[in-house]
């Protein structure tokens, strides 16, 4: 394979492992700002303590999962410097809002959060939680914003053979932001729905003591694929007639990896909706769980929506190509320019590097859910300093 | 309006430098400074709170390299491909291990992630210059080790502290050693002047640090040490006149990204501020 192989090859291997972490991250921060919310409101100890179990979660995926991030911010310098130097004027404000606004005070107010657990008051310390939620949606909102810019690009004059912005309002208003923008969010929220789903399926199988918490934990995660599945369809659904105005052929011609991905979406989508509305009367007197092999499903189900994640986005960006910025650089032409060898280096060493990390995500979340909700004082991460 | 994007660049390269150069020292030294598992978890804890927000400034300088100089960002990062990688791989390792360090076996990945880091970033600033990258590479390990073991001089107490003022005292002549050599042996640059202000303003420093250790001004000589590491950074990227307005965006993109950045700042500051402020008063 020659250099812009091997580049193409490590750009959607170390997306693909970055995706899985953003999706468990924004999935669950979502769900822990809700239950610590409700432990605020309600001063019931099960709310906390799900905070507490959810939270370790939560917190693990997205040490692992910042660590991807950084590599991701590097490459497009790195590989890809024929993007930085014909469209960053345009490419990069996008990007650059990202890392300000989102990513640094998101890692911040994360900080805060973990490090002020039982040192500031409840309510300040709810407030971060939320604080972190919303910097991860705007991180994702930011980033959606500059993809769609690759795959339609706007707001932009071509002057000197670089790309200018002329106009920042359009990179937000592109037709290919905002539905996809909300497609990803909603698919976040589904991952977050069966991951909760699952492991507390999980803990019944192996008949868990803890009836309440997990009962309250395998509601909150069926309920909330349920509600978030249909929209996640309709607004999959609503993309095509977007997508066949300014990006003609792409679903037409679709084949290989992005048509099976586009596939495989649609199919696992459709499921997870159908069997979230089947679940959902069994809720009552706990027929799901007395019934047995519903849970069983429940656990075998916790891939699904990631691979339907994947399979989505490898449709979108391989539907682009030849194009890097749709219709005006191709991405043969964007290679920066680093020998094969070097190009070998960085593939062999990030990809050998991500999969560790998310053997390890993999087996610390494992085990965490293995252990289940424990009383002793464990701190949420082991960057909390003893008491 | 230029000016103001180079001075943002500035600060945060400085901000990462200055504050992950402690968290890298730490990295390195916590395994001598505490004797058995309970120590060293002890020594490691002080650095932990800071750590997400001490990270994230290089992540926030890349993001301002990207959007404001975008013909830099992709020029100076594929110009030290392979020097880049082997920082980005380091990173990782150090990352994920500090973070969920649980079992011993995890400080294999955060020394080992320290260390090319710390000496990755030196092979790097060596190459800009024309200097001697390994010169460079045992130069930054030990402008960090010695940044690392004052910032525990000042977070520790007892017969910790005293090892880590030992530390830091060894470390002091030979990170003034690796200034004068860097100096001495480095190529032809543009200018200059910027590499004889910044080595003169870190010997003055490492000058500072010396009685301020033994004043048990802890704090002063953390801020000594923290200056030094911001130091070489600004002064190779200055003397090697690397960030020319000819690499920046044109004026629109800065425009928009101007108010953003005004409005995050503060908040970042403030934020971090108290987490400082925090550890203080539980300390």
């Known amino acids: 394979m020659d250099a812009l192989g091997l580049a193409r090859l490590q750009f959607a291997v170390t ?8 999706l468990l991250t924004l999935g669950l921060v979502t769900v822990v700002a809700v239950m610590q919310t409700r432990a605020a409101l309600t001063d019931k100890p099960v709310h906390a303590r799900m905070t507490r179990f959810w939270g370790r979660l939560y917190v693990v995926n997205y040490a692992l999962g910042i660590a991807t991030g950084i590599v991701m911010e590097f490459q497009f310098g790195l ?17 650059a809002v990202e890392t300000l606004v989102a990513f640094f005070l998101e890692s911040t107010f994360l900080g805060l959060w973990i490090f002020g657990w039982d040192r500031l008051g409840k309510w300040v310390h709810l407030a971060l939680i939320w604080l972190v939620a919303l910097t991860a949606y705007a991180s994702a909102f930011w ?6 810019f690759l795959q339609h690009p706007v707001g932009h004059e071509e002057r000197d053979g670089v790309l200018r912005l002329v106009d920042f309002p359009a990179l937000v208003a592109n037709p290919l932001f905002g539905l996809a923008f909300l497609h990803v969010l909603l698919a976040a929220l589904t991952v977050g729905g069966v991951f909760l789903t699952g492991v507390s399926a999980y803990h019944f199988i192996k008949r868990t003591a803890e009836v309440d918490f997990f009962r309250r934990s395998l509601r909150t995660g069926v309920v909330l694929t349920a509600i978030v599945t249909p929209f996640l369809i309709g607004v999959g659904f609503g993309q095509f007639p977007i997508i066949g105005e300014f990006q003609p052929g792409k679903t037409e011609d679709v084949s290989g990896a992005g048509g099976a991905g586009l596939g495989f979406m649609i199919q696992i989508g459709l499921v997870l909706f159908l069997v979230s509305w089947l679940t959902v009367p069994l809720l009552f007197r706990d027929w799901v769980v007395r019934m047995r092999f519903p849970l069983y499903l429940m656990v075998i189900g916790i891939p699904l929506p990631f691979i339907a994640a994947i399979g989505g ?16 650089l191709r991405t043969e032409d964007a290679l920066s320019d680093v020998s094969r060898e070097g190009m070998l280096f960085s593939f062999i060493a990030f990809t050998a590097v991500f999969a560790v990390l998310a053997i390890a995500d993999w087996i610390l979340i494992a085990r965490l859910v293995r252990r289940g909700p424990v009383d002793a004082p464990a701190p949420v991460s082991p960057l909390v300093p003893a008491l | 309006m230029e000016g103001l994007w180079v001075a943002l660049l500035g600060l945060l390269t400085a901000g990462y430098f200055a504050l992950a150069g402690f968290d890298y020292g730490v990295g390195l030294l916590f395994r001598f400074v505490g004797r058995d598992e309970a120590e060293r978890t002890g020594v490691i804890r002080t650095m932990t709170p800071f750590f997400l927000g001490n990270e994230v400034w290089l992540v926030a300088a890349v993001g301002v390299l990207f959007g404001a100089f975008p013909r830099l960002e992709g020029e100076l990062l594929s110009a030290h491909h392979g020097s880049f990688v082997t920082i980005l791989v380091g990173l990782v390792m150090f990352t994920a291990a500090v973070q969920l360090r649980s079992h011993p076996l995890w400080d294999v990945p955060l020394v080992a992630g320290a ?11 060596g190459n800009v210059l024309g200097g001697p990258p390994f010169l460079w590479a045992a130069g930054l390990v030990t402008m960090f080790l010695l940044h690392g073991a004052v910032f525990l001089t000042w977070r520790l107490h007892g017969p910790l502290r005293s090892r880590a003022v030992l530390l830091a005292r060894v470390l002091i002549a030979p990170s003034a050693a690796f200034v004068v050599a860097a100096v001495l042996l480095s190529g032809p640059v543009q200018a200059p002047t910027y590499g004889w202000a910044g080595a003169t303003l870190v010997l003055f420093l490492l000058g500072g640090t010396w009685p301020a250790l033994r004043r048990r001004l802890y704090l002063l000589a953390f801020l000594c040490t923290a200056t030094t590491c911001a130091v070489p950074a600004l002064a190779v990227f200055g003397a090697q006149a690397v960030v020319t307005t000819e690499t920046m965006s044109h004026a629109p993109t800065l425009e928009a990204l101007t108010w953003p950045a005004l409005a995050v700042l503060p908040l970042v500051l403030v934020f971090q501020w108290t987490t400082w402020w925090m550890s203080r008063a539980t300390r």
């Open chain 1, 15 to 22: 997306t693909s492992f970055h995706f899985l972490f953003v």
């Open chain 1, 79 to 95: 590989n890809w410097s024929g993007l930085s130097h014909y469209a960053g004027d345009v490419f990069g404000a996008p990007l």
């Open chain 1, 143 to 148: 980033i959606m914003v500059a993809n769609a």
């Open chain 1, 313 to 328: 986005w490898l449709f979108r960006e391989l539907g682009r190509q030849p194009w890097l910025v749709y219709g005006l």
């Open chain 2, 115 to 125: 260390l090319i880091v710390a000496a990755g970033w030196g092979v790097l600033l």
